[in-house]
C-alpha cells in the first residue's frame, strides 16, 4: 500500500487545505506513514510570506530527502507559485505543483501530476474545491475565503494566492453541521482577507452577514455548547455592524485577532492600507469592551518598514500600549520578489530591525502577563483541551491543568477554576460544583 505524509508550513488555510488533501487521500485508500522517513511520497505544503519562510523549506525539504532518499517530494502551496524554478533544483523533488493548482493534487497520483503539467484547474479565480468533515487538531479550520485583491505595498499573497474568492454560504453551513456531527466543539473561521468575502457574489453578502447566517443556523442549538473564533479581521471591518454580531452572537469566542501591522498612518499609508487609520482600532475596542467586559486581543505587527522613522516607529510603541493587547505577532519587515516595497529606499538594517522587534515584544509580553492576572481572578474559564494537560480558553490563553486527564482527551469544552498563572500560561483545575 502506498503511503504518505504531509508537511504544512504556514497559515491556518493551509492548515485546513492539507488536512483536505490527507482525508482524500485515504478515502481513495493511501495510507498516512507515521512519519516521512517512511512515506513513498511527501507533500510540502509551502509558505512564502517571509524570506525566512523559504529558508525554511529549502532547509525541510534537505532533511527529508536525507532521512528518505527514496521518497517522492511534492512542493505546493504559495512558495512553489513563485519560486517554482528554484524548489525543483531541491534533492528529491519530484514535482511542484503551484498554488493555482494545489486541487489538483486531490486526485492523487498520475492524475494529477499529468493535470499539472497540463491545462490549469483556474484555482486563481473560482474556490477550489477543498472540504473537511474531520481534523487531526483540537480545533477545526472551516476556510471561507482565499486570495487577496488589495495589493498591500509589502505582501506576496495576491502574488502567490491571486485575487479574492469567496465560498458558497450553504457550503460553509454544510461544513460546520460535519464537523460538530463529529464531535468539533470549536472552529476557527478563516481566509487571506475576510474583508473581501462574498465581493464577487450577484446578490453582494459580506462577511458579517455570513456570521450572522451561521449564528441564525446553529446559534440557538450550540450556544454555550459550541464556539467560534474568527481568524483575522481588519481594524476596515470593525464598524457598527461587527458590534451588532458581537452582541447577539451565542457561538463567537471573546476574542479578536486584529491585521493591524502599524500604528502610525504614515505608515499604514506607505504600506497602501490608507483604506483605515490606526486610531479606528482604538476606538471599536472601546466600544466593544462595553459588549465584552474581558475578551482576549491579538494583532499582527509588522515592523521596520522601509523609511520608518524613530518617531513612526515610537508612535507605534505607544499605540500598541494604548491597546488591550493580550498577545500579538511581530514581524520584522522582509523583501518579498514583486512587491512594490522591495523597490523602496529607506530598507533598514538587521540591527534596528531586531531592536524595534524586542522593544514591541517585550511591551507585548508585559500586556500578556497583566491579562493572565486578570483572568486568574475569574470564578471559572471554558477551555479546549489540545492534549492531556493543555489546552486553550474562551480568551485564547493557553491553560494547564495541575494534573493531566487519564485516557483520551475530550473534544468538549471543559469548565475550569483558574488557580495561578504559571511563567506564560495559567494553571487550572476542573470545575467541580
Known sequence: MKKFWITTLGCKINQYESESIRQRWEQMGFELALNDAQAHEVVVNSCAVTSSALRD??????????????ADIVITGCAAQVFAEELKELPGVSEVIPQERKADILRLGDDYKAKSNGESSDGLTIFQPFEVKDYQRARAVVKVQDGCSHRCTYCIVPITRGPSVSRKGQDIISEIQR?????????VISGINLSHYGREFKEHSDFWDLMERIEKEFGAEWGGKARLRISSLEPGQLKERALEIFTSSKLICPQLHLSLQSGDNSVLKRMGRGHYKAEDALLFVEKLSKIWPVFGLGADILTCFPGETEEEFNNTLEFCRKLPLTYAHVFPYSIRPGTAAAKMKGQLPSLIKKERGAKLRALVEDKKQNFLQKISKLDSLNVLFQDKDKGICEFYSTCELENSFEGTVPRELVKVVPVKVLDDKLLVRPFEP
Open 57 to 70: 523549506l529549502r532547509q525541510l525539504v534537505r532533511g527529508i530527502n536525507r532521512r528518505n532518499p527514496e
Open 179 to 187: 464537523l460538530l456531527d463529529a464531535g468539533f466543539r470549536e472552529m
